[in-house]
């Protein structure tokens, strides 16, 4: 009878407890849940365990790429095949997205890959005196708008900058009306949208329209803009390695030699109608020239892929991270006109067997040097980020952060004083033996194992720093984004 009773009660309180889960906001329970397993599964190195913490900031993001803080609110967000840009509002993910974009090409490591965001009230007086003409014809594109009209930003309104790969319908041929296999090429596009923060968006304009074949791989997509309004976009490849700009000898003395628009950073500026900087490092070499006019557009090259660039915001320079095939993944500082080396050279020249600067293509105006750091065994490295903040650490700041693919950790630097390399002494120390970096590439398993942080389960796509100084990770299978914070405060 007793145990009738106890049954009884049980049965009661589960079938009370479930009803009352129905009417309750089940996103804060699942977001508590989430949360407490997540943080317990972030492993921090001893050296900052006690004083910062990571935390489950957003999640249910389908294959996210990118990320940007638009405002102290607004945080951006693209998902690779959905072609979504996502929008978390003071930590919310909305459920409609801002844009979807059509005719996007997921195949791989194709798909929506890039965001950049200018803020109105920073860019030069000249941008809107300017009356853009297109060179391209651009496709239409289908914007479907938040029903959201509540107005989300704190000023006059953003111009949003997105790389993605797009099947590009050739109009000219209408030789297909059934429509089931259409007649187009893949291409690598950014396009220029204005958002006026009513939920209007306008545009597209498009201002980089390039190859992306053959591929699938190798497509690049991180932008980032300078503090005087230049874009640089990254571009890998493209599985292809056929002339100078991957040091294939058949460069522009020969024949041969076809601009192929891979393996190179594009820096241009959207505010002036040629969209070419006329300090680009290989401007005057090739800008009069019709078959080298192509190189005009390009800050670097060399570069097999990479999913990471970012500029220090003490001196400006721009950095990337590369991707090696078998051997040697890499940070670089990316001076103007830097050949990287690929596929001649991946690491340190050096360990590059009788490779030498002579064998790879040196376009007039550009240079060769080794990594800042690099990986022996490649660790899938992807997103570099400046800490922009002292709020998590004092000594943090404006220090370098960087991401992989292969396992889920985030890596640290100090740079040296003059900004152009790493401290390896002020580094942080592989976590059992408390071994530091030997030197500049880690090529065993004591400096691999130097980790800021590791059990990112669903591997690191994109680092930020936020509009509060905290740190922002993005991460890819699982469609989260970490908060790194302080314990203080
Ligand atoms: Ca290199
Ligand atoms: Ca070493
Ligand atoms: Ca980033």
Sequence with gaps: MKRYVILSIAIFITIFVFITLKFFDYSIISNYVISQVSYRQIEVNPVYRSSIKVELYSDGLSYPTSMVFVDN??????????????????????????????????????????????????????????????????????????????????????????????????????????????????????????????GNLSGPRLIMDISAEPGPYHNGGKMKIDKDGILYVVMGDLTAVNNALQNYPGGPNHSNFIPSNSSVIVRIDPSINSYLPKDNPFYEYSHYNNELHQLSFYYSYGIRNSFGIDIDPVTGNLWDTENGEDIYDEINLVEPGFNSGWYKVMGPLQSNNDTTVSDLVMLKGSHYSDPEFSWKTPIGITDIEFLKSPNIGADLVNNVFVGDINNGNLYYFVLNSYRSGIDINSTIKE????????????????????????????????????????????????????????MVG
């Design 73 to 198: 609110r607004i945080l951006l967000v693209l998902e690779k095949e959905e072609g979504n840009i996502r929008l978390i509002s003071d930590g919310l993910l909305r459920p409609e997205p801002l844009i979807k974009i059509q005719n996007l090409s997921t195949e791989a490591e194709r798909g929506l890959l890039g965001l950049a965001v200018l803020n109105k009230n920073d860019t030069k007086n000249s941008y809107y005196s300017n009356n853009h003409s297109n060179i391209h014809s651009v496709p239409e594109q289908d914007i479907s708008e938040s029903d959201n009209n509540e107005n989300l930003f704190e000023s006059s309104g953003y111009r949003l900058y997105l790389y993605f790969t797009e099947r590009a319908y050739d109009t000219k041929s209408n030789n297909d009306s059934t429509g089931d296999d259409p007649d187009y090429t893949v291409r690598n596009r950014v396009y220029e949208y204005t958002w006026d923060g009513t």
């Design 431 to 486: 976590e059992s033996n408390r071994k530091g970096l030997e030197d500049l590439a880690a090529d065993d398993s004591i400096e691999s194992g130097v980790i800021f942080a590791k059990g990112f389960d669903g591997r690191i796509t994109d680092i930020e720093t936020g509009p509060e100084g905290n740190l922002y990770v993005l991460t890819y299978f699982d469609g989260r984004i970490y908060k790194i914070s302080s």
